[in-house]
């Protein structure tokens, strides 16, 4: 299985994936994305109306990673953001991807695709996935919020649904259990009140 690249758009560098990829099969292709400026994200819960600030790195780095995963499971990795498939999530091989777009914020792209693009992801895995994102590198995070964080499920409009997540604090990832595959991120419940720069209007949608 080939590597990946995962460019900090700040310094220029390529920085090398953290972790082993193993048990996949097939290539893997990447692809690095334009930078550009952003500032604070809150996104707005559809179901409570919470804003949740997401984690923000203190570098810009961007990229993607894919390979052909089967029955007997496997595991990919970005940066210090890793997937888990668990064996006979799948019952025929699949293209897994993660991507993450341009912008200093921490949330990703998840696809699975077989005949089309995301139809396996759309339409569910017989087993959960684990998903582990990294909050290592936040700029914006204080260590009193660090309890409080969720990994997000982003729907297109920016609405958010926390999902149940553990913490590693040892590591810093914040993990969940995944069945569909969508865009995730992490971050932690603005309980002050919306904030001007909240984000996330329009119809709700069933997740």
């Known amino acids: 299985m080939k590597g990946t690249r995962w460019l900090r758009l700040t310094t220029l560098g390529v920085i090398a994936l953290l972790g082993t990829v193993a048990a996949c099969d097939g290539g ?3 692809r690095l ?3 550009k400026h952003e500032t604070e994200q809150v996104l707005l ?3 409570t109306g ?3 600030v997401v984690v923000r790195e203190t570098e810009e780095r961007v990229g993607a990673v894919e390979a052909v995963i089967g029955p007997a499971g496997g595991t990919l990795s970005l940066g210090e953001h890793i997937l888990f498939v668990p064996p006979h999530a799948v019952d025929a091989e699949a293209t897994f991807r993660m991507e993450k777009h341009a912008g200093t914020h921490v949330r990703l792209h998840l696809t699975a695709s077989r005949h089309a693009e995301n ?3 759309r339409r569910g895995f017989k087993r959960p996935l684990t998903l582990m994102l990294s909050y ?9 919020d660090i309890s409080a964080l969720q990994v997000m499920y982003i729907r297109n409009d920016n609405r958010v649904k926390p999902l149940p997540s553990s913490i590693n604090y ?3 990832w914040v993990g969940t259990e995944l069945r569909h595959f969508s865009e995730y991120g992490i971050g932690w419940p603005n309980f002050h009140g919306s904030s001007p720069e909240a984000v996330g209007s329009g119809a709700r949608q069933a997740y």
């Open 28 to 30: 893997m292709e990447s």
């Open 33 to 35: 994305l334009e930078p």
């Open 45 to 47: 819960s559809w179901e």
């Open 50 to 52: 919470t804003g949740f």
């Open 119 to 121: 139809d396996v992801g």
């Open 136 to 144: 290592r590198d936040a700029a914006n995070l204080a260590a009193a």
């Open 170 to 172: 040892f590591d810093r």
